[in-house]
């Protein structure tokens, strides 16, 4: 077959063949591009739904704060004041005071322990009023004889040597007791009923005592 081209001719359609490829290419290569864009473009929006989920969803730091401890004072030891009242003369064995003017008629003695040098001071209250009504005073190893008022009383007893008076007593020594029993003064018959109480502890001694209190001791 006799080839009928000229060399112009042949040049161009080479030309025209070789553009059509690079046309090819450009299209092929723009939509490559595009694709990549697009994937590219809906890559970062899930990576971004990804965050957002992600921080939505996700436990939120909690950090401990510790609630502090209220300051508790330590309260300091009491301390007494020291105690320097005057030393007083002891009044008369068998010394009384009445804090009433009922009539004194039923008798009372009281007798005390001759160990060591402890004076007692007895006070008699009201049951029913809490209210003192006769005072006595009784040296160690000896016996007092009183009349009080008809009623019903408790026995209260305060031990010591030194006497600071009334107020004091036998001052920071003194030690406070009180009969558990209540003594009863009253007229039965022709006769009026009173009571002897030894404070001296013994075996088979049928008068309970107990620790009281100083306020006990106010007149």
Not at 11 to 30: A, E, Q, R
Not at 193 to 199: A, D, F
Request: net charge positive.
């Amino acid at each position: 077959m006799v080839d009928v081209l000229s060399p112009k001719e042949k040049i161009k359609i080479f030309m025209y063949s070789l553009k059509g490829v690079i046309m090819k290419k450009s299209v092929f290569i723009h939509f490559a591009s595009v694709l990549i864009v697009l994937v590219l473009t809906a890559c970062g929006r899930t990576n971004t739904a990804t965050r957002n989920s992600v921080d939505s969803t996700s436990t939120p730091v909690v950090v401990a704060t510790s609630t502090p401890k209220p300051f508790i004072a330590t309260p300091l030891p009491l301390v007494k004041p020291p105690f320097n009242e005057p030393v007083q003369e002891k009044p008369a064995n068998g010394y009384s005071k009445n804090f009433t003017n009922l009539k004194r008629q039923a008798p009372l003695t009281i007798k005390t322990p001759s160990e060591g040098d402890y004076c007692y001071y007895i006070l008699l209250k009201s049951e029913s009023t809490n209210k003192s009504v006769i005072s006595l005073f009784v040296y160690p190893g000896k016996t007092a004889e009183i009349k009080v008022p008809l009623g019903r009383y408790t026995l209260y007893y305060a031990t010591g040597t030194e006497w600071y008076g009334t107020k004091h007593l036998f001052g920071p020594d003194t030690v406070y007791s009180k009969a558990d029993e209540v003594l009863e003064f009253k007229v039965q018959g022709n006769k009026i009923l009173g009571h002897t109480i030894e404070l001296i502890k013994q075996v088979g001694g049928n008068l309970s005592t107990s620790k009281a209190d100083q306020s006990q001791f106010e007149e």
